[in-house]
């Protein structure tokens, strides 16, 4: 029979891999991709939404060239259970396949037992996270047009390490951008358990210092553990209260829930070990974890940019070890991140990782990246592009 790939989740990391696995087999490899939604919405660029300078539609992607020009098997449903030992994978609607090599790309899981008042019923749908993009995105968008001039817009940032490091920041500038041209009277407040902005800090608080005075307001280790949903008052684990008129929380995550189930995610009970070479995880066998579910390389971002890259590398190994070769490459990824702070104008940062052969990691290469000299309008371009190429090269 012919070997049979699995996939789960259609993001950034899970359909690179299942692209690529069909392009570098020459569909010699069946491959499933299994992802509820119908159709594909990026996270980066969706703090434009709220800043009003795209549309949710601006960022959504058929996965109609997967299956007609790659041939991957598509099935909107989602993965309930694994059995390693088996090699099956069970759907909600009650399927049951087998496969050969499982790739799990699933995201994130929010942790709201960590957030007290967040775990009840109905709260989750008032106060918002907007942190998977989608229908959050405009919603709390529409939150930010009913909000009066004058109003306070807080968001809560959790420990690091979390999805994309400077997107809470990015969030701060586009919610600016948008105060500062239709309601001048309003405030940002970042509420950030961690101790400083975590990426580009000097460049963010430039931006907020010169482009927004007075309205972005940056409080440092401000860890919220708590929330009254009715008066949306963000406690901190000191007892400290802030109330906003618009208050958008960004709870603590882990690995996505079938990953963290399987008993993959092995990391603090957070983030799923991989060997760097094949992404297949250090806790069962013929299973591959990517994306934003894995962890254990110091200073490497979880970024939809990596995700695609872990895609690539961990689509080489696959098809390497279905037909029986050792993957003998040396990974080598490069990240960037661009960051709008206004509706045109950009920052980036960048780094290069490659493979240590001895500390069996990936680690930054002396040297490689940095971060730009100050947003321009160039960079825009530039980040406007790098969404159209990495949708395109995911996806078509
Ligand atoms: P995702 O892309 O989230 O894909 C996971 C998929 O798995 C989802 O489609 C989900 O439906 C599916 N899934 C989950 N569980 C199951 C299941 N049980 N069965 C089947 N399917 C399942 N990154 C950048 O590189 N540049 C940026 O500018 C940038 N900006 C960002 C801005 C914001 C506001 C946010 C929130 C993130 C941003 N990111 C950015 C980060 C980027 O979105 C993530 O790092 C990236 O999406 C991770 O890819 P992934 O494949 O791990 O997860």
Redesign the pocket.
């Known amino acids: 029979a012919r070997p049979h790939v699995v996939v789960?989740?259609?993001?950034?990391?899970?359909?690179t891999a299942a692209k690529y696995i069909r392009m570098w087999s020459h569909g010699s490899i069946d491959v499933t991709l299994?992802?509820?939604?119908a159709k594909?919405v990026?996270?980066?660029?969706?703090?434009l939404v709220l800043g009003g300078s795209r549309q949710l539609n601006d960022l959504t992607r058929s996965y109609d060239n997967l299956k007609r020009r790659h041939g991957v098997k598509i099935l909107h449903?989602?993965?309930?259970s694994i059995d390693p030992e088996k090699r099956t994978i069970k759907l909600l609607s009650g399927e049951v396949l087998g496969y050969d090599r499982l790739i799990l790309?699933?995201?994130?899981e929010f942790l709201w037992n960590e957030v007290s008042g967040m775990d009840v019923a109905g709260a989750q749908d008032k106060i918002l996270h907007?942190?998977?993009?989608g229908p959050q995105t405009t919603a709390l968008r529409a939150q930010l047009e009913a909000m009066h001039d004058g109003g306070v817009f807080a968001m809560t940032i959790p420990l690091a390490p979390y999805?994309?490091p400077?997107?809470p920041y990015?969030?701060a500038c586009q919610v600016a951008h948008y105060f500062s041209q239709h309601k001048p009277k309003s405030k940002v407040l970042l509420l950030d358990a961690n101790e400083d902005v975590v990426s580009k800090g000097p460049l963010f608080k430039k931006v907020w210092k010169e482009r927004y005075p007075g309205i972005i307001e940056y409080r440092p280790s401000y860890r919220t553990t708590a929330v009254e949903v009715a008066t949306r008052t963000a406690i901190s684990e000191l007892g400290d209260k802030v109330r906003a008129d618009v208050l958008n929380v960004v709870p603590p995550h882990r690995a996505?829930?079938?990953a963290a189930q399987t008993g993959l995610a092995n990391m603090n009970k957070r983030w799923c070990e991989v060997d760097f070479i094949t992404f297949e995880s250090t806790q069962a066998r013929n299973i591959h974890v990517?994306?934003?579910?894995i962890q254990g390389s110091p200073l490497m971002p979880?970024?939809?940019?990596?995700?695609n890259q872990h895609?690539k590398v961990c689509a080489a190994a696959v098809v390497d070890l279905l037909a029986g070769r050792t993957p003998e490459q040396i990974p080598l990824l490069t990240?960037?991140?661009?960051?709008y702070v206004s509706d045109k104008d950009v920052i980036h940062v960048a780094s290069v990782h490659v493979y240590n052969t001895d500390k069996k990691t990936l680690l930054v290469v002396p040297g490689s990246g940095g971060v730009s000299p100050a947003p321009t309008e160039l960079e825009g371009h530039y980040?406007n592009s790098?969404?159209h190429n990495?949708w395109s090269d995911m996806l078509t």
């Open positions: 789960v989740g259609g993001g950034y990391g899970g359909a299994i992802e509820p939604n594909f990026s996270c980066p660029l969706s703090n449903d989602s993965a309930s790309s699933p995201g994130i907007a942190w998977k993009a999805r994309c400077p997107g990015e969030r996505g829930a079938i990517i994306g934003d579910a979880k970024s939809g940019h990596m995700a895609g990240n960037t991140c661009y960051s980040a790098w969404a990495i």
